[in-house]
């Protein structure tokens, strides 16, 4: 085997097949694990590094939707294919696509183009609807979700794309391509929610300072000892490594990891992470006979029987 970034490629298309109702994806790809109840979201512009338009979003949400609600998937895996046709690099995420950024948010193209500069937006449905920042409903997304995310990282993970690794349950980096750069301030913008704020709890303040202030680059290696990064991994192994982790995630609880994902993220969610986890403690009350007696002594309009169910303490 030679030693060309195709050839490093971490991907194995013979684990994995493209999830049915998605075989039309323009710019990312979706695919489930052939034995396992994972799937794999991939950016696929690798010629721009990932860089994600309006329309990356739009199917980035619709897929980890799709996940959300598919009841035998525990694991989500987000990642970028490569290399680029360019030039043989690997990204993960670069973050938005500068060139289609209006002062309203990204811009969606006209249809039928596939200009992605400024000369290839459809002004009509800016003048609407305005640019988007819908890349922060992913973000949500993936916080909220009640299955374990992971980000693997193959390549640059900058801007957008870093905020992205940041709001993951957990990140896996390859030794030899990741490289973590927040290019925020570099090009007027700021992620001012999870990709700064929640970064500062992964890496501590000082850190995530030196990080958003000065935009320097980092290997995985030197992401993982600050403590954003769980594993890293040589590129070849880095999808294998991947999937182990996402067996072992899926040799647990599905109610205990959901529950945990949920408390793990409650004390800096404020009310909006209380209410997802009273909601999910709400559903396991639902699991109980207790639960039970009290609906249908309603249904049935008669007074419920506790006496069976002790005051625990």
């Known amino acids: ?80 294919n490569g290399p680029s046709p360019k030039d043989g690099g690997w990204a993960f995420c670069s973050g938005g696509d500068q060139r289609i950024r209006g002062r309203s948010g990204y811009q969606y193209a006209a249809a039928g183009t596939d200009d992605d500069t400024a000369a290839g937006v459809d002004e009509a449905r800016v003048r609407a609807e305005g640019g988007r920042l819908h890349i922060l409903e992913v973000q949500r997304l993936i916080r909220t979700m009640p299955k374990v995310v992971v980000a693997v990282v193959n390549g640059w993970a900058a801007g957008g794309g870093h905020s992205l690794h940041v709001v993951c349950d957990l990140t896996i980096a390859s030794r030899q391509h990741a490289r973590f750069k927040q290019t925020d301030a570099d090009v007027g913008s700021f992620d001012a929610g999870y990709g700064s704020a929640y970064l500062a709890k992964q890496v501590g303040q000082k850190f995530a300072r030196e990080i958003f202030f000065l935009g320097r680059p980092y290997d995985a290696e030197t992401m993982q000892r600050m403590g954003a990064v769980n594993i890293v991994a040589d590129h070849a192994e880095l999808e294998t490594e ?72």
């Open 1 to 80: 085997m030679t030693d060309t970034p195709q050839a490093q490629n971490p991907f194995d298309p013979t684990q994995w097949e493209v999830v049915p109702g998605f075989e039309g994806l323009v710019d990312i790809t979706y695919h489930r694990h052939v034995g396992l109840g994972c799937v794999r979201i991939a950016f696929d512009r690798p010629e721009v590094r990932n860089a994600f338009r309006p329309g990356t979003v739009d199917e980035l949400y619709r897929a980890l939707d799709h996940a959300r609600t598919t009841p035998d998937v525990g694991v989500v895996l987000l990642t970028g």
């Open 242 to 313: 991947a999937v182990q982790v996402a067996r072992e995630i899926l040799g647990k609880s599905p109610t205990a990891q959901r529950m945990l994902k949920f408390a793990f993220n409650l004390t800096d969610d404020g009310l909006v992470g209380q209410q997802v986890f009273a909601g999910e403690a709400t559903r396991l009350a639902y699991m109980t006979d207790e639960a039970v007696e009290g609906k249908e002594a309603f249904l049935e309009k008669r007074e419920p029987d506790w006496s069976p169910f002790p005051w625990y303490f």
